[in-house]
């Protein structure tokens, strides 16, 4: 129960397979005053079990645990529970596993050498519906995604950001119109989006490009 003078805390669940980690996190977590800790797992399958138990507002994950490793966990929770909040805690943060969690369907991806200021705004920016990647991962992915992107696509993207049509885009680059939309249909596939706005949108949020 909660008023405007007493709102509810944020109900955080800690899945780790290691005891000293969920205990500091425990004790962090739970001096602050607008979060409580009412979870915790130690492996996949039990984080699953734990979560129908609790149903808590951000579960806190680590990617490789025993019996079920992190993005399996996620993907489980994902489908039972399409509105879970997962924020992946974890030393491991490889351009593969960071997009691998991501695509499974985690709301955000923190290194566990973070400072502790920086995760639990996470926790509150996450709990609040945003989306949590620190610079240096999203750089790391953007250059990941803008390796699979040809020197041309990249510019054809940029150039659909500022608002230019296909036919506009063909002159500014000095190409026809059909080779334009050919170079648009491979931007959405290897984005995976399906249209031109969402291309813009991922490349911002990606790094790739930058809105004028």
């Known amino acids: 129960m909660s008023s405007d003078n007493h709102p509810a805390k944020i109900r955080v669940m800690l899945v780790d397979d290691h005891l000293i980690v969920r205990m500091g996190l425990s004790f962090a977590i739970n001096n602050q005053p607008d979060m409580q800790v009412v979870a915790q797992a130690e ?18 994950l680590d990617l490789r645990m025993p019996k079920r490793n992190g993005i399996e966990t996620i993907g489980v929770l994902r489908r039972e529970f399409g509105a879970v909040r997962v924020l992946v805690l974890s030393n491991y943060g490889s351009g593969d596993e960071v997009s691998a969690a991501l695509q499974a369907g985690a709301s955000g991806f923190i290194g566990k050498d973070t400072a502790l200021a920086e995760l639990l705004d996470a926790i509150r920016k996450i709990r609040a519906g945003d989306q949590v990647v620190p610079s240096e991962v999203a750089r790391r992915l953007a250059s990941r995604i803008t390796s699979h992107l040809s020197t041309r696509e990249l510019e054809v993207l940029a150039l659909i950001g500022r608002g230019l049509s296909n036919k506009e885009i063909g002159a500014a680059l000095n190409v026809v119109e059909s080779t334009v939309k050919v170079h648009v249909t491979n931007i959405l596939s290897k984005l995976g989006v399906a249209d031109r706005t969402q291309a813009v949108l991922a490349g911002v949020k990606r790094g790739i490009i930058q809105l004028e």
């Open 43 to 60: 492996d996949g399958h039990e984080a699953i079990e734990v979560y129908r138990q609790h149903q808590p507002d951000v579960v806190i």
